[in-house]
């Protein structure tokens, strides 16, 4: 399949990262064919989904990005019980959930991923509400070696911002299966509303790739004279979000996060942050 020699800034929330070979499958055939043909060849890759975790070097990759988000996008309800493809945005999955009056992931609609990207990092709310895509998941497809298996919940393992997926980067999910508490889809409308009101344009102004640490941070360094802890044009614009004007690069995210992190630890109440965001570099 045709790869094209793009910069990664391109299709990240973070509009950071250099250029790597992108090949963009267009179905799930394709997209289990070139991975295939990867594992056949020895070709290293990795996996694209929204991008909307992701800081990646300016420098580039030599590792075939396979950006998938055009592949797996199917959906099927029977009763509770929906199957989704990987590729599905979160937003419109939880949409299409609601408008087939199944509830439960209203307060996901804010989330910029792939189902996919989804399950891999176990997206959620805040550690304090204990909520996250795991809750109603109970199998996920996923590719592994060139074969296709199908895993049920009990034989994976989930945790905030975690899941087995971190320990198995060659796995590839394809499709996940959930069962949905019955909801009517006035009340999921309702809720989505709810979700987005309270989000409103937040961080969606300035690029940037929703919280950068793991645990909500105490320190409100964002608050540093004059704008918050920043880096040229990288900031913090709340305790755990960094935002930038457009020309930061990957070193001057990096440096900043690490300022941060090394903050929380000489400062009271003394935390050791854990970067929820994945590197690729
Ligand atoms: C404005 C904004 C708001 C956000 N709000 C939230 C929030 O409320 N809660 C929350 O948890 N997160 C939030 N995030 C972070 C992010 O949206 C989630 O982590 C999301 O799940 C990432 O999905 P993605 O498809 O963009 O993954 P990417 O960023 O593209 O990739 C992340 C990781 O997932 C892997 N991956 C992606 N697809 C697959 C696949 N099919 N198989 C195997 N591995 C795969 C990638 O290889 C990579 O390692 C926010 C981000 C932004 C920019």
């Known amino acids: 399949m045709k790869a094209e020699t793009e910069r990664l800034a391109e299709h990240t929330w973070l509009k950071i990262g250099g250029p790597a070979e992108v090949a963009t499958p267009e179905s799930r055939s394709e997209f289990v064919d ?73 307060y996901l609609y804010s989330v910029p991923g792939t189902v996919g990207g989804g399950i891999y990092m176990n997206a959620g709310r805040g550690r304090s509400y204990g909520l996250t895509i795991s809750d109603h998941l109970t199998g996920v497809e996923v590719l592994v070696d060139g074969e296709v298996r199908t895993f049920e919940k009990s034989e994976l393992q989930f945790e905030h911002r975690w899941s087995t997926f971190h320990d198995h980067d060659d796995w590839v999910i394809l499709s996940a299966t959930f069962d949905m508490p019955e909801q009517p889809a006035e009340k999921g409308n309702e809720l989505i509303k709810e979700r987005m009101s309270k989000v409103g344009e937040r961080e969606r102004g300035q690029p ?4 950068v640490f793991k645990s909500g941070s105490r320190l409100p360094i964002h608050k540093i004279p004059p704008n918050g802890l920043s880096v040229d044009g990288a900031r913090f614009v709340s305790g755990n979000r960094v935002c930038h004007d457009g020309n930061a690069t990957f070193d001057d995210v990096y440096r ?10 000489i400062m009271p109440p003394f935390e050791k942050p854990v970067i929820e965001w994945e590197i690729w570099q």
């Open 208 to 211: 940037n790739a929703g919280s």
């Open 34 to 106: 070139l991975l295939a043909e990867c594992h056949e060849r020895g070709r290293e890759y990795r996996i694209l989904g929204g991008g909307s975790n992701l800081l990646i070097t300016d420098a580039g990759l030599d590792e075939l990005v396979i950006k998938s988000t055009d592949a797996c996008t199917d959906f099927e309800v029977d009763g509770s019980e929906v199957q989704v493809g990987a590729s599905m945005m979160i937003p419109q999955f939880v949409k299409r959930c609601v408008d087939d009056d199944l509830g439960g992931y209203e």
């Open 256 to 265: 900043l996060v690490k300022r941060a992190a090394f903050l929380h630890r």
